[in-house]
């Protein structure tokens, strides 16, 4: 069964996509937004972490607004980054 608010919404949608459709949606902005594709990430390395550290890592990443594995995934490209500038 559908609710109002999902019919409400289907039929924003609806209506969104019609004025596409017509050519009116770049009516209201002509702005230009730039987007950056990235390589898919396609490996998977299992980290194990004690109780407390994996605790500590979720804070820190929910400080930033972001998961903890996307945090975990960011030192380590940074750090493989220094690295890599420290041999050059």
Do not use: C
Not at 4 to 22: G, V
């Amino acid at each position: 069964m559908i609710t109002s608010k999902a019919s409400r919404k289907m039929t924003d949608f609806r209506k969104e996509a019609k004025r596409i459709e017509q050519g009116d949606a770049w009516d209201e902005s002509d702005e230009v937004v730039k987007v950056d594709v990235k390589k898919p990430l396609d490996k998977v390395i299992p980290v194990r972490l004690s109780a407390d550290k994996w605790e500590a890592l979720r804070k820190e990443a929910n400080k930033l607004g972001i998961g903890p594995t996307t945090l975990a995934r960011m030192w380590i490209l940074e750090r493989l980054h220094l690295k890599s500038k420290a041999r050059v």
